[in-house]
């Protein structure tokens, strides 16, 4: 928690919690133009599922194109194989979609 307040704020701190929440990705939705790919893991403890999906519903209602990438099996880092074989795919066709590239995946 000490290097958690150092770095990133301590939200009883008014100032701080201001500071924090500009940072926020939910306080830039408005500024996010271009398409997103949002990963998380359902099993991270350093950021909660509810943060991820907040972000999710916040630029599908304001018409950002955005995909979703939610790994029941992952925390806050992709460790298993499997995972990664699947988030590099799904990163893979995003960049292909969004930067006229090609892919090597079909699914």
Do not use: C
Request: overall charge negative.
């Amino acid at each position: 928690m000490n290097n958690y307040l150092r770095y990133f704020g301590d939200p009883e701190i008014p100032e701080q919690k201001a500071d924090m929440l500009a940072r926020s990705p939910i306080s830039r939705v408005d500024d996010i133009t271009a398409p997103v790919l949002l990963i998380h893991g359902a099993n991270d403890v350093r950021v909660t599922r509810r943060h991820a999906d907040r972000v999710f519903e916040a630029l599908r209602a304001r018409g950002t194109e955005v995909e979703y990438l939610l790994n029941e099996n992952e925390g806050h880092w992709f460790i298993d194989t499997d995972s990664d074989i699947e988030l590099y795919g799904v990163l893979e066709r995003f960049l292909a979609r969004h930067l006229g590239g090609r892919s090597s995946t079909t699914t």
